[in-house]
């Protein structure tokens, strides 16, 4: 942790912070990375499960997968890192070790890939306020979607919460006994939302597929995200393989334009553009650090 005082100086001179957090976030919370020794990855094929195509070809599968991994983020609790971000990005810590902060981009940038929604439920217990619980969640921007959010594939609505249907009681039973069930289609969840369709009455009816970003579409908030990462001159890169594109490209950016880079990972060899590295879980280097 010979890096911890040259990072805090970093900090308090920084006129724009982005965060980008990915898998290794919430790894103490009990939650599989996807990649490396016991990742999502390696006991699922990712192009049968995270892409567009092979939600159209087995739709009954890929719910199937989901649903059991939105149960297992369930059932995970928040850790010391999650509380660590969330209580940094607090206007009266920005204040203390963030001070310089331009007006334009006055709290950090949270860009979360990870879709488990563990950096907004950490929110949700002491020692955050409703007010700090407002005031953080302003910074995130959850680029892969959320697991406990749907989309309709028909009308595209989102919907924001997760309410279990009876489909859920089929998809249990599937996650119970471990097999892939054969879920009739018309079983799985379906939208709720108005019938768009012009002289129609009555609901959309649509197939929804869980709110997530899958291979080959364009990740949420791009825009924004993009724009500021050409003004950011202190990335901090928590738990992330910084594998998969566009994240993957955000590193080179920071630095192409003079920014720098912090690592938090318990391997030291993922981002070779480090100038601050944080090595071990960061669950515990996290609260360190941003002391
Ligand atoms: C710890 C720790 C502890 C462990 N403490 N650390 C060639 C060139 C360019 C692009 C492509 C290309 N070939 C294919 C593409 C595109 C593709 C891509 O990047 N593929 C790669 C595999 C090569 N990307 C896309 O398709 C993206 N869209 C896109 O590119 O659109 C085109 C476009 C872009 C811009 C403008 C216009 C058009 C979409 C990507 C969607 C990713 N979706 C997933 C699934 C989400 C839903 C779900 O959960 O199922 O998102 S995949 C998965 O990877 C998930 C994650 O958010 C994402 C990143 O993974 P992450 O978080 O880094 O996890 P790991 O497991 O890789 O790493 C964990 C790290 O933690 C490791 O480093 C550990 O060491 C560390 N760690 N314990 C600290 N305790
Ligand atoms: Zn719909």
């Not at 825009?223 to 890169?237: A, H, K, V």
Request: charged share 20%.
């Amino acid at each position: 942790m010979e890096d911890v005082l040259p990072f805090q100086q970093a900090l308090a001179s920084a006129k724009n912070i982005i965060v980008l957090d990915g898998a290794g976030l919430s790894a103490a919370s009990g939650i599989p990375t996807y990649r490396g020794v016991g990742g999502v990855w390696l006991n699922f094929d990712q192009t049968k499960l995270a892409n567009p195509e092979a939600f159209r070809e087995d739709p009954s599968k890929v719910w199937q997968f989901y649903h059991a991994r939105r149960q297992g983020c369930l059932d995970a609790q928040p850790n010391a890192g999650h509380r660590a971000l969330a209580t940094f990005c607090l206007p009266q810590t920005l204040a203390r070790v963030a001070p310089s902060l331009d007006p334009k981009w006055p709290v950090p940038l949270h860009v979360v890939q990870n879709a488990d929604a563990l950096s907004s439920r950490v929110l949700d217990s002491a020692p955050f306020t409703p007010a700090d619980k407002a005031a953080v969640q302003k910074c995130i921007r959850e680029m892969h979607g959320c697991l406990f959010e749907t989309r309709c594939t028909s009308c595209r609505h989102v919907q924001r919460a997760y309410t279990p249907t009876p489909y859920a009681a089929a998809l249990d039973a599937a996650r119970d006994s471990g097999e892939v069930v054969d879920i009739p289609v018309d079983q799985l969840p379906r939208c709720g939302g108005p019938d768009n369709r012009s002289n129609r009455q009555g609901r959309c009816g649509g197939l929804l597929s869980p709110n997530v970003v899958w291979f080959g579409e364009v990740p949420e908030h791009l825009g924004e995200i993009g724009r500021q990462m050409n003004w950011c001159d202190l990335l901090l890169l928590v738990g992330t393989s910084a594998k998969v594109h566009p994240a993957a490209g955000f590193s080179k950016t920071v630095k192409e334009r003079g920014g720098k880079i912090a690592v938090f990972n318990v391997d030291p060899n993922t981002i070779v553009e480090a100038d601050f590295t944080f090595v071990g879980p960061c669950a515990e280097t996290l609260p360190l650090a941003l002391g």
